[in-house]
């Protein structure tokens, strides 16, 4: 699993109610990225991070700020949570193994706003 | 127009039907095909990686092969253990930066 973990693992929360979800690796990967997993729809890239305090936009990117103050931590924030963003979010690294590059993802985070 | 399609959308096999699964896409430049295992609640499991044309990866009952146009997944002798979501993904350069998107995945049930 490459050592990722997500926190929470679920969360119930009401619209317009600010909400961070943490992604934690011990592993030093100096890329992390954050997806969003929703019926009808491939994985997409939320935010993602290529070392500490460097961050870019993903394609989903509206309504999402992230941090990140150590290489451990890579947080997703939304600042006041919609309906819409209801979704399973994903945290990721990515690594070079053997020639190739692999992206390894959490276990997940299953967000429902109200 | 998705850049990343894959089919079938969901696929019933008996235990021991070998099939195939499909990526095709259609963006420029590939910097590499990317397969992956997704089981109910978890988050996707990489397989392999592929980049160029004729390139192939195996592992246990599984082989991807690459082309221009397309990726296969072909699944030979499927167990039980095998049912899962399969992920296509695809990585290539736009605007200086590269860009990786994911197909909607193929269900794969195989039954006993």
């Known amino acids: 699993d490459a050592g990722i973990t997500q926190s929470p693992r679920h969360k119930v929360t009401e619209t317009g109610t600010p909400v961070t979800l943490r992604c934690h690796q011990t592993?030093?990967?100096?890329?992390m990225y954050w997806y969003r997993q929703d019926p009808g729809h491939g994985l997409r890239l939320i935010h993602y991070?290529?070392?500490?305090?460097?961050?870019d936009k993903g394609e989903v990117s509206d309504g999402y700020s992230v941090s990140r103050s150590k290489t451990e931590d890579f947080l997703l924030t939304l600042e006041s949570a919609t309906s819409s963003q209801t979704s399973v979010y994903f945290c990721?690294?990515?690594?070079?193994?053997?020639?190739?590059?692999?992206?390894?993802f959490g276990p997940g985070t299953r967000l429902t706003v109200l | 127009e998705d850049q990343v399609t894959q089919s079938p959308e969901a696929l019933r096999l008996q235990e021991g039907e070998s099939s195939s699964l499909n990526c095709s896409y259609t963006?420029?430049?590939?910097?590499?095909l990317f397969w992956y295992r997704q089981d109910p609640g978890k988050g996707p499991e990489f397989l392999f990686t592929?980049?160029?044309a004729g390139e192939e990866k195996e592992k246990e009952r599984l082989k991807a092969t690459l082309t221009k146009k397309e990726s296969f997944l072909h699944i030979t002798a499927p167990k039980p253990e095998d049912s899962a979501t399969y992920l296509c993904?695809?990585?290539?350069?736009?605007?200086?930066?590269?860009?990786?998107?994911f197909g909607k995945g193929t269900k794969l049930t195989v039954n006993p």
């Open positions: 963006v420029s430049g590939l910097r590499g």
């Open positions: 993904a695809v990585r290539y350069p736009q605007g200086g930066s590269e860009k990786l998107v």
């Open positions: 991070s290529y070392g500490v305090k460097d961050t």
């Open positions: 990721a690294i990515s690594e070079e193994v053997a020639g190739n590059n692999e992206q390894f």
């Open positions: 592929l980049y160029s």
């Open positions: 592993e030093n990967h100096r890329y």
